[in-house]
């Protein structure tokens, strides 16, 4: 009766397409397939659901910084695992009038919709593995579902292996833009917004926080008020550089001379010359932060709270998150190419404090805004006050 | 039929009756006496060309604010000196009842602290339109370019300020429907540069009474004999659902954050308006106004409305009341204004902890007093003056559970000392400093020194 109750609720908080009852296979009800096929890789054993778990809210399980693939599930990868939730509402990506680059999918932007984004993980060495389209396609026909594939795209789809290839990545986008599950606007705070839950007093001071540009400032780039009758994304889709500490855990960062550096490469070519952009990352989503297992462009990061502490002591307290040279001297953002250190964001709250100065969060102010956060976890369930992702995922997959 | 059409139709008569008449003289004489006529009628076309002219720009002038007294001084009752009466000066004749008026503006802004951010701004630059159909109806248009350049990536903007037409039901009272300014405040119908003291337009007028302020609707206006004019109306009001609190547009000027300028403008609530103004007195006007309504605009149940919002039934109501007194060359004026906004609790409970609240109230006040301490001839004068200001955009908020309310704005008070050198009554030049008790560089408060050319034509 509870979960009764939950939904009923959840169904009014924001409206939601509904699905088709037809039985005949579309678009969607493909993806849904594709997207748990483990088939599909060349280990026979990666899907998009292996990384993207959908009863984590679309996010990895375990607390890899990065991910391992290939056809021996040995090739590691680069960067950590976003989640794929409410990035139906992501867009193109562009300069802003003022310059600043917004939009885009992947960590760096570079593919412009979910299609193109889809094409990545089913050819890259270190996820799905297949040599070309052609692999791809061959292993579409191998399916069992291969005769709705047929049905919908077309009965000599498979005579050319691009097309076939491009029908699944347009499958995947079409389920992740229709199915509810990816966004179901179902949090505590989302229940907080339409009135129907108060947040607790540790919640609301953390809101507090996270809104006050004297305190987090974190609003800034992660806007907590609805825009054009959308709930809140908690995302301005803009890109920054935290000068978050390098990650040893990454294997590719045992070459000192390797850089993530976002927006200019290695992975994005096209802004390989735009200095002024090296080491920038897509801004996330909020929701469902606290149920991430790592956090940051190189997953750096595995709890949330020492994530926020960083945040607010990056500047104040280096020693506790850099390393220390000879002298002793904390070797600030040194993810970055030294000469482009220029290039963190040192001038918004909160980076904007020097060493002696009070953070801009105390410690029981953190515990306020990772309060606040965890009302940001979809599934939320009134009655019990617990809030799982999970709760939003169909119990068989469907689109 | 018209008095000039009859005094038309009189004069050709009496021309064809004279060149009858010339039949029975000779030719020469007869040439000669045409000739005359026609530079006569020539003569008589020019005049009754102007009296056309006058006449448009006098139904042009048909005030919604305070007439000027009939025997005022140079200076208007409501207005700066050198000015007209409810409108920019008459403006030029373009065609039969057309005329077309304007007025610009640029400003040089030095702040003596922050020498760095000094700005020139070619302000605005106005082309106004007024095409009498009839004696008793007439269109009325401003046209407005801001900042010089307008385009997706400047700063400029192109505006319609108001557009509406108008209907004299009687000598004395009419309606009028369209884009309209809001009687309310000395400045928002009188904001032409050589209407107003300073450089800049007073703030209290722009913080709090959003000048340039129009709705669109339908109001009727009127005066009687004894002196009191009147407007009453039926418009289009803000939108609480565009409020932005994380703008420090909302602080700068709340109402000024979410008018809709008729622009797609949300028009689910009604506002009403009405002001009073006796000009009985020649050089003395005091007079005030209220304007109410609903500015929530049923946003939750609206296309594209944020369906969680929950100030659909938040009410604005902005009051005035002011007074200017013109005794031979000088010139005073006070004003105070005071706006609330109902329901915002909730509203604000999603917005804790951002900066710009909506204010659960906002006020201000000010006093000026002026001199024509010099003139040259009949048309140029030297007018120093002084103005004292106060006003508070969030004087205070709705309050928050556990003490997470934002606490009231700090009072702004800013002191304006300048002259204006009228070099005609239509061409004007500027020069003030202005001192303020807080400064903020987001809103550009800070003491600073002025300099500004304005003209209207």
């Not at chain 1, 609003?219 to 390098?246: E, I, K």
């Not at chain 2, 106060?390 to 928050?400: E, I, K």
Request: proline fraction near 7%; charge should be negative; hydrophobic fraction near 35%.
């Amino acid at each position: 009766m509870a979960v009764l109750t939950a939904s009923t609720i959840a169904a009014s908080l924001w409206s939601m397409p509904t699905h088709s009852v037809d039985e005949s296979p579309t678009p969607a009800s493909l993806g849904a397939k594709i997207f748990r096929d483990a088939s599909l890789s060349a280990s026979g054993q990666m899907s998009c659901a292996t990384c993207h778990v959908p009863e984590n809210a679309h996010a990895q399980v375990n607390d890899a910084s990065v991910q391992s693939g290939g056809a021996n599930l040995d090739v590691p990868g680069f960067r950590a695992v976003p989640s794929l939730r409410y990035l139906n509402f992501d867009i193109p990506f562009f300069f802003a009038n003022d310059g600043t680059p917004t939009g885009g999918f992947n960590r760096d932007g570079r593919a412009n919709d979910l299609v193109a984004q889809a094409e990545r993980p089913l050819t890259a060495a270190h996820e799905m593995a297949n040599s070309d389209a052609a692999t791809v396609a061959a292993k579409l026909a191998q399916t069992t579902y291969v005769g709705e594939f047929k049905q919908v795209f077309g009965a000599d789809v498979f005579n050319d292996p691009d097309l076939a290839m491009l029908a699944a990545e347009y499958a995947l986008s079409s389920y992740e833009l229709s199915s509810p599950q990816f966004r179901p606007f179902d949090s505590k705070f989302d229940y907080f917004l339409a009135g129907k839950v108060m947040l607790s007093e540790q919640e609301l001071r953390g809101y507090y926080f996270f809104n006050s540009q004297q305190k987090g400032g974190c609003a800034g780039c992660h806007p907590s008020t609805s825009v054009g009758g959308q709930p809140p994304l908690f995302t301005d889709y803009t890109y920054d550089n935290l000068g978050v500490p390098r990650n040893m855990d990454i294997p590719a960062n045992a070459d000192p001379a390797y850089f993530d550096m976002g927006l200019c490469g290695p992975e994005r070519t096209d802004l390989a010359n735009s200095i002024d952009l090296c080491g920038q990352f897509k801004v996330p989503t909020l929701r469902n932060v606290a149920t991430r297992k790592v956090i940051f462009h190189n997953g750096e990061f595995h709890d949330l709270r020492r994530a926020i502490e960083f945040y607010v002591q990056r500047d104040t307290n280096p020693e506790k998150w850099y390393p220390l040279d000879d002298n002793g001297v904390p070797q600030k953002f040194n993810d970055v190419p030294p000469l482009l250190t220029r290039n963190v964001n040192q001038s918004e709250v909160p980076y904007n404090r020097h060493p002696g100065e009070a953070p801009a969060l105390s410690e029981d102010e953190i515990d306020d805004v990772v309060a606040f956060l965890k009302t940001l976890t979809d599934g939320y369930d009134p009655a019990t006050g617990t809030a799982d992702p999970a709760r939003d995922v169909p119990t068989s997959p469907q689109p | 039929m018209s008095h000039l059409t009859i005094r038309r139709a009189s004069l050709a008569a009496a021309i064809l009756a004279l060149v009858s008449t010339g039949a029975h003289a000779d030719d020469a004489a007869l040439k000669t006496e045409v000739d005359a006529l026609k530079a006569e009628v020539a003569a008589l076309k020019a005049e009754v060309r102007e009296m056309r002219e006058y006449r448009a720009a006098q139904a042009t002038a048909t005030p919604t604010a305070p007439q000027p007294a009939p025997a005022a001084p140079t200076v208007a009752a409501n207005t700066g000196p050198g000015a007209g009466a409810g409108m920019p000066n008459p403006g030029v004749g373009v065609g039969e009842g057309t005329t077309l008026w304007g007025y610009g503006q640029i400003d040089y802004n030095h702040p003596t602290a922050h020498a760095a951010d000094a700005q020139a701004d070619l302000t605005r630059a106005v082309i106004g339109f007024n095409h009498a159909f009839d004696d008793s109806t007439r269109v009325y248009g401003e046209l407005e370019w801001e900042h010089a350049v307008a385009s997706s990536s400047d700063s400029g903007e192109v505006e319609v300020e108001q557009l509406y037409v108008e209907h004299a039901l009687a000598e004395n009272y009419g309606v009028r429907a369209g884009l309209m300014l809001i009687p309310l405040g000395l400045l928002n119908e009188h904001h032409e540069p050589t209407q107003y003291y300073g450089v800049e337009r007073n703030f209290v007028e722009q913080a709090i009474i959003p000048s340039t302020w129009r709705e669109g609707g339908v109001a009727g206006y009127g005066s009687t004999e004894f002196g009191l004019a009147w407007n009453l109306g039926i418009t289009t009001g803000p939108d609480l659902g565009n409020w932005d609190p994380s703008s420090d547009e909302g602080r700068g000027s709340p109402l000024g954050s979410i008018h809709q300028e008729l622009q797609l403008a949300h028009a689910h609530d009604p506002s009403f308006f009405g002001a009073l103004n006796y000009n009985g007195i020649p050089g003395f006007n005091v007079g005030g106004g209220v304007f109410t309504g609903k500015i929530g605009q049923a946003t939750s149940k609206s296309t594209g409305g944020d369906p969680n919002f929950p100030a659909d039934d938040s009410r604005l109501t902005l009051a005035e009341a002011h007074v200017r007194w013109q005794p031979g060359p000088f010139d005073f004026a006070a004003l105070y204004t005071r706006g609330t906004i109902s329901d915002t609790e909730k509203l604000n409970l999603s917005f804790l902890g951002q900066p710009t609240p909506v204010p659960k109230s906002f006020w201000g006040s000010y006093v000026q007093g002026a001199w024509r301490a010099l003139e040259w001839g009949q048309s140029s004068s030297l007018v120093p003056f002084a103005r004292f200001e106060r006003f508070n955009t969030g004087a205070s908020y709705a309050s928050q559970p556990f003490g997470l309310g934002t606490p009231a704005l700090p009072t702004e008070r800013v002191w304006t000392v300048g002259a204006n050198y009228y070099l005609n009554p239509n061409v004007v030049f500027k020069i003030d400093y202005q001192d303020f008790n807080h400064d903020d560089v987001a809103l550009s408060y800070g003491n600073r020194f002025d300099l500004g050319i304005g003209y209207q034509f």
